[in-house]
């Protein structure tokens, strides 16, 4: 629990050349060629052409009909307050993501007036003449919208430039990585989701920015989910129910605060603890799916496993108790975090006692243990994500 990552996954890596002086590589040509047929059946050395860098591609303007006509930024702001309940997230991400009306439009509407590139205006339809650097959130998002020809033509060029223009400041990858990694995923997949994973690998604060709004979008399916369960079912299942739902709020907030912790601060803590946040969110959420379709959870585990998964938590639950943190409000003093480990698990407990509560009155042919066993493997799985 103490060794919590705190960098973010490389998006490519690099063959380091070092040159050992002129002899050693005329000595070295005829061994490369020597070797290239073995070189290739054992895959450690490509043929093909160098990866294009940023400083290479063909510079691109954007189509005067794809401009706004007007600087529209402040209504579509008041669009997604009233679809999120705040202002916290508005940005063109926020709008490419949500599930207003138009809302790809909204998304490129709303960069483009943060560039200041309007149509019809004398403006010049060029991001690089309007400004150097494009806000992460904006420049991606842009990226996605042509390289997905959504609601415009498709126009991967002007979308890999839009890649190189991403200006996130926060341990950031260089802008020649993140054009690979657009162009692998698009190879590979037909489209760009540059949150597909997180957004690890285009910056911390767009890492940072990709999970908070999924979470956000986990947040409100929950509370939808969660209210039509509510609105069926007999008063002792909803009670029941209600309870549940406290458990298990008792127990993400306990789990937030152990992972927070283990964190010790610093600034890739926000994405770190976002996406543990999310991870028990979707256990949630995927339970909670489950329910409204008239299938038990637990379903996917047998009762069977239940003794060996038990012991297995037993294990790792006294590996996790020998965790250390620092803890920074208190002169980065080394303390214990089984404190925090205890505090979890019994949140745990009960709301794994609360589910065989609930399945029992809305199953009552499956078995009490099968609702442990799931609940156990799920929490495994959840105190081992970082493994």
């Known amino acids: 629990m103490a060794n919590f990552r705190q960098g973010l996954i490389p998006v490519a890596g690099h063959l380091l050349a070092t040159q050992q002086g002129t002899m050693l590589c005329m000595k070295l040509k005829w061994f490369k060629w020597l070797m290239l047929p ?18 290479s591609i063909p510079h691109v303007t954007i189509p005067e009909e794809d401009l706004p006509r007007a600087d529209n930024t402040s209504t579509s702001c008041d669009a997604l307050s009233h679809y999120y309940g705040d202002h916290s997230r508005c940005n063109a991400l926020s709008l490419y993501y949500s599930k207003l009306p138009r809302h790809i439009e909204r998304a490129r509407f709303f960069a483009l007036s943060e560039l200041g590139l309007f149509g019809n205006k004398g403006a010049p339809a060029d991001p690089l003449a309007a400004q150097t650097a494009v806000g992460g959130a904006d420049a991606l998002t842009l990226a996605m919208i042509y390289a997905n020809g959504e609601e415009v033509a498709r126009n991967l060029p002007l979308a890999r430039q839009f890649v190189c223009q991403d200006s996130d400041d926060i341990a950031t990858p260089s802008t020649d990585d993140m054009l690979h990694a657009f162009d692998d995923e698009v190879n590979k997949d037909g489209r760009f989701d540059a949150c597909h994973d997180g957004g690890a690998g285009f910056g911390r604060s767009f890492n940072y920015e990709c999970l908070g709004l999924q979470g956000q979008n986990a947040l409100e399916e929950i509370h939808q989910r969660e209210r039509s369960i509510l609105a069926s079912g007999s008063p002792a299942l909803k009670a029941s129910f ?12 306990a789990y937030s605060d152990l992972r927070a912790t283990g ?17 028990v969110e979707h256990t949630w959420l995927d339970a909670l799916s489950a329910v409204q379709v008239g299938s038990p959870p637990c379903a996917t585990v047998s009762v069977a496993t239940f003794a060996q998964l038990d012991s297995e938590l037993n294990r790792q639950y006294k590996e996790e108790l020998k965790g250390t943190y620092m803890d920074v409000n208190a002169g980065d003093q080394l303390k214990s975090i089984a404190p925090f480990v205890v505090a979890t698990d019994r949140a745990w407990l009960k709301y794994r006692d609360a589910w065989v509560n609930f399945g029992h009155l809305r199953w009552p042919a499956v078995p009490s243990d099968q609702w442990r066993a799931w609940q156990t493997k799920v929490w495994i799985d959840l105190l081992t994500l970082d493994e």
Do not use: H, M
Request: proline content about 2%.
């Open 263 to 279: 964190c010790q601060g610093g600034t890739g803590c926000g994405p770190i603890s976002e996406g543990y946040d999310l991870a």
């Open 242 to 253: 209600i309870g549940l739902r406290a458990a298990y709020n008792e127990f993400q907030n």
């Open 38 to 55: 073995w070189l290739i059946l054992l895959g450690s050395w490509s043929v093909e052409a160098q990866v294009e860098k940023c400083d």
